[in-house]
């Protein structure tokens, strides 16, 4: 049985940049040594993390990952975003997202300037934040608040007859009025009454947060700086706690990760996923990859059979449209790959959690890159870049909620289908089926 280092580099694969002529990853292709060597000695493919043409919310994505059906288990990202940020979730809660936007007056509406009122730093978000922390005490729901890093921030409403069904409040897209949140069509009669009351409390509460926003002294010393004043609360992906199966009893192995932003660590919590200890030493500087990853093929050896280690870097480039940013990124990411190659008894998982077009400047819907290495089978892959893979690729292109079963089977971990000696049939060997007594 090996043991699991999962490296999800966010937002891996691209497409053809003109000024690159190639996707990113072709274009650094010749640098990229150690992913090249991968390539060469594993198997590989590409995967939908959802659907095909469906560009999802890393959130979603990474859900699927873990061998989730995203159709099926409905968690707003809220959920992810507090419990990602240590807050605890009660049955009756309903967490939100947030963003400090910049939104201007015209006419009857809030056009939303930028929603991320400048990457507006700690200092004023936190103490815009108290401003909201004081506003919201006595509203006649019960609501809670937490800012979290520059702009982002989580909300939490509390009580028996709400419900997440409802839209977002943030437009995302600059240029648009801020929504006023709506129940989401299709739910019964019982829920959509819940949901209209939800809306109508957050109609108030976003309207009064900008009428106290817009008028606080921090914002008015942005405004004197020529900066942008964050006059609004912007939310979205509203969620409640679901039960579902946890990562360890789906695939039976003891797992942690390692991840920067609230949202990815949230999804590993929400999956039972354990804390790494040593998370807060860790280093997540851009350039250096390499030390977490020494850390990771550590508590392999020691602790854990899983570990979840993400890469966010590559996207937010992608979403700043600087696909030649993404090519240095790429390279410096491969040198930090150089440990891996020496382990022998380690199965390594390298993908991403959907493509993001560094042209385009967000998610896209198309397949993603992914390699297994580790005494896998091979196929005749030698480069790691989307064209290659697509054509040479031994696993062709899966479904993401695909790649934990291939991933146990090459990890000698899978049952065969068909054999029963485990009440709850896992898909994984177990040795926690009853066994005959004599006595
Ligand atoms: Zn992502
Ligand atoms: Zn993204």
């Avoid at 015209?106 to 930028?114: Q, R, T």
Wanted: charged share 30%.
């Amino acid at each position: 049985m090996k043991n699991i280092l999962f490296l999800v580099v966010d937002g891996l694969g691209d497409e053809y940049i003109p000024k690159l002529a190639g996707t990113p990853l072709e274009y650094a292709s010749s640098k990229l040594e150690n992913m090249n060597k991968m390539t060469s000695e594993g198997i590989c493919g590409l995967h939908w993390p959802v659907k095909p043409g469906i560009p999802p919310s890393s959130g979603k994505a990474h859900l699927s990952l873990f061998g989730y059906d995203v159709e099926k288990l409905k968690v707003g990202r809220g959920v992810f975003e507090a419990l990602g940020t240590n807050m605890k979730l009660e049955k009756n809660e309903i967490a939100f997202r947030t963003n400090f936007a910049t939104v201007r007056k015209k006419k009857n509406e809030l056009i939303v300037v930028d929603r991320r009122a400048g990457r507006i730093k700690k200092k004023d978000a936190e103490a815009l934040a108290n401003t909201v922390k004081k506003k919201i005490k006595n509203w006649e729901v019960q609501t809670r608040f937490k800012h979290t890093v520059e702009h982002r921030g989580v909300l939490i409403i509390k009580g028996e007859n709400l419900s997440d069904k409802i839209t977002d409040t943030d437009p995302h897209q600059i240029g648009k009025p801020v929504i006023a949140p709506q129940p989401i069509w299709g739910s019964k009669e019982e829920e959509r009454q819940k949901a209209e009351k939800t809306c109508d409390f957050l109609e108030k509460a976003t309207k009064c947060l900008y009428n106290t926003l817009k008028k606080d002294s921090v914002n008015e010393k942005r405004r004197r700086k020529g900066k942008k004043p964050a006059n609004i609360l912007l939310i979205r992906g509203g969620g409640s706690i679901a039960e579902t199966p946890s990562f360890k009893e789906k695939w039976g192995m003891k797992a942690t990760y390692t991840a920067e932003a609230p949202l990815y660590k949230g999804v590993a919590r929400f999956l039972g996923m354990e804390h790494l200890s040593v998370e807060e030493s860790l280093d997540f500087s851009a350039n250096n990859e390499k030390k977490r990853i020494l850390k990771a093929i550590d508590v392999l050896n020691d602790d854990y059979d899983f570990v979840f280690l993400h890469i966010k870097l590559a996207d937010n480039l992608s979403h700043s449209k600087k696909p030649k940013k993404v090519v240095e990124y790429l390279k410096n990411l491969d040198r930090s790959f150089e440990p891996i190659l020496k382990e022998d008894n380690l199965l390594v998982i390298l993908t991403g959690d959907h493509s993001s077009s560094s042209r385009r400047g967000r998610h896209t819907g198309m397949p993603v890159p992914l390699l297994f290495w580790g005494d896998t089978p091979r196929d005749a892959c030698t480069k790691f870049n989307e064209n290659e893979l697509a054509d040479k690729g031994g696993l062709g292109t899966v479904h993401g909620k695909d790649i934990m079963p291939i991933t146990l089977d090459l990890a000698d971990r899978a049952e065969e289908l068909g054999i029963k000696t485990d009440p709850k049939l896992h898909r994984y060997k177990t040795s926690k089926g009853k066994t005959l007594k004599l006595h």
